[in-house]
């Protein structure tokens, strides 16, 4: 039986935004492990009101600049012998690539597809991104 409250071993990414812990699921391939994770949709926060978090029994490669681009709130708890022995906390990456693509028809990367889209941050409170290639500004949500 899977005990949700806490893992022995393994990773906890916490501090999802509510309905957005489902993508995070999906953009790691959790659904094609073979160990036990769980994902948990609307679990209280005291900081939040809401969040969703994902408990993986195993120890995994995560890349950080991803989550932290799709999420940047969360935080990521690294668990062994059912205590924390590591917490990371994301924040937006200052570059982005190959990830998401300019929406700018006239951009190059929209006409030339094997460019690959490079964002680079230029403001963080904002959350803001300026395509590397034909200067157009982005908010953060606007880009994902
Ligand atoms: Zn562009």
Not at 80 to 89: A, F, H, M, S
């Amino acid at each position: 039986m899977l005990n949700i409250d806490s893992i022995s071993k393994g990773i906890v990414i916490d501090h999802i935004k509510a309905g957005v812990g489902f993508s995070i699921f999906q953009h790691l391939d959790l659904d094609k492990v073979d160990y036990t994770v769980a994902l948990i949709i609307n679990a209280p926060s005291k900081k939040y009101g809401r969040k969703d978090l994902i408990k993986i029994e195993n120890n995994m490669d995560l890349d950080l600049k991803i989550l932290g681009f799709i999420d940047p709130n969360i935080t990521i708890n690294i668990i062994e012998d059912e205590e924390i022995v590591e917490k990371i906390n994301l924040s937006l990456p200052e570059k982005v690539e190959g990830l998401i693509s300019c929406k700018n028809p006239r951009c190059i990367t929209s006409v030339e597809k094997d460019i690959v889209n490079r964002f680079v941050l230029m403001d963080r409170e904002e959350g803001s991104y300026r395509c590397d290639y034909c200067d157009h500004i982005y908010t953060w949500e606007g880009l994902r």
